[in-house]
């Protein structure tokens, strides 16, 4: 059976805190299941993190009788905190990314100035999955696309006709991701959608956010006719010179994510919160000026 001749089944968990999606994927009822960019809930205000979210994918991999293999992160998020460690503890599983995440630990180790003993050769996570590289759950056979251009470390599951593509690109009439983060590439960014989409034209794509315009409600399920039909940003018929030209302006006039700062830290360390200083608290740092 070829990767694309059949349909995982997919559950999409929506967090409205940071417009995020968490799925969970599995074959049926029972079976095994990988978990893809789960969120931990933080309040910026007071710095407090609280499980509500991941407690939901909790709820339902119970409820459904579903071993976790895999608990997986498209890239290192900027807009939210990865809750991996917590699932990790009361599910069990692996923690995975791809194997690029080590060039930007490398970056932002610098730029928080982080503790030496931070290691940035991707160690934080239990496997690194290089391009291309099959992703067994149970009798489910997936495989990671390398999809950078968000940022430098980006990539995309596959499995069956199900595609998880992480921040390159959002429901139709959004678009796509920002490309100016530290190492991000609008030019990098329209060569990993345009990989995308050419895959089969009913191939499934799952988004990792979505930000409704015009007041519609939330959906997170397309398709790559759709969206080469209908992607505001990238449509057929939208060369690269375009997108660059677009993104770039676009890109200029963004604010920065809120929950960068804490995101990026926590993120880079598979989800993990800094060390604990010498009276019990993890401290993150707000660099001045560097971003």
């Known amino acids: 059976m070829t990767l694309l001749a059949y349909q995982p089944q997919v559950h999409g968990i929506f967090d409205p805190g940071t417009w995020t999606v968490t799925y969970v994927v599995y074959e049926r009822r029972g079976s095994a299941c990988a978990i893809i960019d789960s969120v931990l809930d933080y309040d910026p205000k007071s710095g407090r ?8 994918v909790i709820e339902f991999v119970k409820e459904n009788d579903l071993k976790v293999a895999w608990i997986l992160e498209t890239h290192a998020h900027a807009d939210h905190l990865s809750a991996a460690p917590y699932l990790k503890k009361q599910l069990g599983g692996k923690t995975a990314i791809g194997d690029h995440i080590s060039g930007v630990q490398k970056v932002f180790k610098g730029i928080f100035n982080l503790e030496a003993e931070f290691k940035n050769d ?8 290089a391009d291309g590289e099959e992703i067994r759950v149970g009798d489910l056979s997936g495989r990671t696309m390398y999809v950078p251009g968000h940022t430098p470390a980006c990539v995309a599951y596959q499995f069956g006709d199900a595609v998880f593509v992480g921040d390159t690109m959002f429901m ?3 678009g796509t991701a920002r490309c100016d983060f530290p190492g991000g590439d609008a030019k990098t960014l329209y060569a990993s959608v345009k ?15 979505d930000y409704p315009p015009n007041g519609r409600q939330v959906h997170f399920e397309t398709s790559v006719a759709e969206q080469k039909a209908k992607n505001i940003h990238v449509h057929d018929g939208i060369t690269e010179t375009q997108f660059v030209e677009m993104r770039t302006k676009r890109d200029a006039t963004l604010e920065m994510p809120v929950l960068i700062l804490p995101a990026v830290q926590i993120n880079i360390r598979a989800g993990e919160l800094p060390p604990k200083e010498a009276n019990g608290i993890s ?9």
Do not use: E, W
């Not at 993190?49 to 939901?56: E, L, M, Q, R, V």
């Not at 990989?195 to 956010?209: D, G, N, Q, V």
């Open 122 to 129: 991707g160690s934080q996570f239990d496997h690194l999955f």
């Open 283 to 291: 401290y993150v740092k707000i660099p001045l000026n560097a971003l």
């Open 172 to 174: 139709p009439d959004v």
């Open 49 to 56: 993190t609280t499980h509500a979210s991941a407690d939901k």
């Open 195 to 209: 990989k995308i989409l050419a895959l089969p034209p009913s191939t499934r794509l799952f988004m990792c956010h």
